[in-house]
């Protein structure tokens, strides 16, 4: 074995680790020596969200130690910037160990002194964001690793808006973890007193506060027999989503039983992602057996979402992440404006790889629109510049994620699938479905198609791979893509702009991000990302076309499909 992975495994067996902990590090060393070297072959990185890994025995695993080491430096830092008292919210989902790791976190905090308002069973991330703000702390965790497979554990830190960590706050963070050099620095108990368990008041406060983004009460009162059928794929939506319905009126839901009962080994799916139709098959099977008017599905720690509408021929389709926030930004600011309650400096924010059609619409509804980094953290922190200037309605990005109202500042699935179902009873009112405004939105504001590939460089040379991939793209830039000219080539990791038929150069007002963006003449749109924490890229495709009528939507459907096929065939990806 590698003598720096054998040291660090010699200091887990001679130090102050727990008996279990020891035995699984002797098990490994017997049974599966290359599975240990994985374990200890590097720290797991507190990155700019936070932790995010396996769960086991190990300085590359989330375990009770990791955790610990992590929660120390985060409350040094919280205790250098709040000097007068710092007090955090912890919450976390339905994944094995979520709650050990949650109390684990909140004795670390206690013992340094820090008091805490830990929730007393598993609620929703969003709850979380909203608690922070509520309970006016200076930070927060909760223990969750999003949509991962069952394996998979994690750990977000927030600040006190409750938004995720942003500059500078992120980077200071993770140089105070990475002060903590053992185990014996974290002051493990001791602070007990310093705990207060949290629930049900908070439960409701959140609830009233999702009840009051509703702006047509009166006509969810005439349909309020609206078919839902809602599946939290085994997570904490089932804490929270039921009530919220039926505080807005709702009393036809129909739960999939199958996934109703929070459990992290998600004995019904591969991955526990609304995103995945194989997690919202069995929502799908019922919506279809019900005749429901609308699906609805949330993952684990319910802050993203997904929806399923019958198209144009009665088939049960799931909207993607793009089409479900067009839905969403249109609705409010279209009912704002009827309802008389617009404001002139309302805005609404975006992503960089998200659909150009928001901006469209935005355009069409006198209403500013701003584009950010990826990530609900850069909307919040818009939102945190902004504030007392322009008046926030709105953010959401490909991904499956919105943020409805300022009240919260991280995506929440709980109050987007109200305000959904509230869509689709506003549309049953006027005759028709979700799928088919989304049809004559297209009518109005043009076709606008997305698609995304994600392309994985396995092995040890993959992050390489990927990283000779960007720089061949940012050195040499194609001159065309599928026959049109790229236009404006945007590399915001150098923070420039670039019309590569002109020579023309601006800088790009946002912060450093390795994404690069070709926009063509056609208007077609290519963003690569590469991921931060695994050999993978994404790349992202938006084409556009001019849509007539409803009657020529297949018809124009279609052919969006084969143009982004001769994209990516003329990319060789």
């Not at 206690?110 to 930070?139: D, H, M, W």
């Not at 987007?416 to 006027?430: G, H, P, T």
């Amino acid at each position: 074995m590698d003598a720096a992975i054998q040291a660090k495994t010699d200091t887990w067996l001679n130090g102050n680790f727990d008996t279990a902990t020891k035995e699984e590090i002797k098990k490994l060393q017997a049974e599966h020596p290359n599975e240990l070297a994985d374990a200890f072959y590097r720290n797991l990185e507190f990155g700019t969200g936070g932790l995010r890994g396996l769960m086991g025995v190990g300085t590359n695993r989330m375990n009770k130690y990791t955790v610990g080491m992590a929660t120390q430096g985060y409350a040094n830092y919280l205790k250098q910037c709040f000097p007068s008292g710092v007090s955090v919210a912890i919450a976390h989902d339905s994944r094995n160990n979520s709650r050990f790791f949650a109390e684990t976190t909140a004795n670390v905090f206690a013992a340094n002194g820090i008091k805490v308002y830990l929730f007393e069973a598993l609620r929703p991330t969003p709850e979380l964001s909203f608690a922070i703000r509520t309970l006016k702390c200076q930070g927060g965790v909760v223990c969750t690793a999003s949509h991962n497979p069952k394996e998979y554990n994690g750990y977000k830190a927030y600040w006190d808006d409750g938004s995720q960590l942003v500059p500078p706050h992120d980077k200071n963070v993770i140089k105070e973890v990475d002060k903590i050099a053992s185990v014996d620095e974290v002051k493990w108990t001791g602070g007990e007193a310093n705990i207060t368990l949290i629930g049900k008041e908070m439960d409701e406060q959140y609830m009233e506060m999702v009840k009051g983004l509703s702006v047509y009460p009166e006509v969810i009162a005439k349909h309020r027999d609206l078919k839902i059928v809602y599946t939290p794929i085994h997570g904490t939506g089932i804490t929270l989503l039921p009530q919220v319905l039926k505080k807005f009126g709702f009393e036809n839901l129909h739960i999939v039983k199958e996934q109703e009962v929070p459990d992290g080994n998600f004995p019904t799916v591969a991955y526990p992602n609304p995103e995945e139709s194989e997690a919202m098959s069995y929502g799908l099977k019922l919506a279809e057996s019900l005749d429901a008017d609308i699906l609805c599905g949330t993952d684990p720690d319910a802050d993203r979402l997904a929806i399923g509408v019958k198209d144009s021929h009665g088939k049960w389709v799931l909207m993607n992440g793009n089409q479900t926030a067009v839905l969403a930004f249109n609705y409010l600011m279209e009912a704002r404006k009827a309802k008389g309650i617009a404001q002139p400096n309302d805005m609404v924010i975006t992503t960089i790889v998200t659909t150009p059609m928001i901006d469209a619409i935005a355009k069409s509804n006198g209403v500013s629109c701003y584009r950010v980094l990826t990530g609900f953290k850069w909307i919040a922190e818009l939102i945190r510049l902004k504030e007392g200037k322009e008046n926030y309605i709105v953010g959401g990005e490909e991904s499956f994620g919105l943020m409805i109202g300022d009240k919260i500042r991280d995506k929440d699935g709980i109050s987007a699938v109200a305000l959904l179902c509230e869509m689709a009873a506003y549309e049953k009112e006027k005759g028709r479905s979700l799928y088919e405004k989304m049809v004559d939105l297209y009518v109005q504001n043009g076709f606008y198609k997305e698609n995304l590939i994600s392309i994985t460089k396995k092995g040890m040379d993959g992050q390489a791979q990927i990283a000779a991939m960007m720089e061949t793209y940012r050195n040499n830039p194609p001159k065309t893509i599928n026959g049109s000219q790229v236009v404006q080539l945007l590399d915001y990791e150098l923070q420039k702009g670039l019309n590569p038929q002109t020579g023309e150069e601006w800088k790009i007002e946002l912060p450093k991000s390795n994404v690069l963006q070709f926009i063509l003449a056609d208007g077609s749109i290519i963003s690569a990302r590469p991921s931060g924490t695994e050999p993978k890229i994404k790349f992202y495709f938006s084409v556009n076309a001019k849509l007539n009528s409803a009657a020529e939507f297949d018809q124009v459907n279609a052919a969006m499909d084969e143009k982004i096929k001769a994209v990516i065939a003329d990319m060789k990806l």
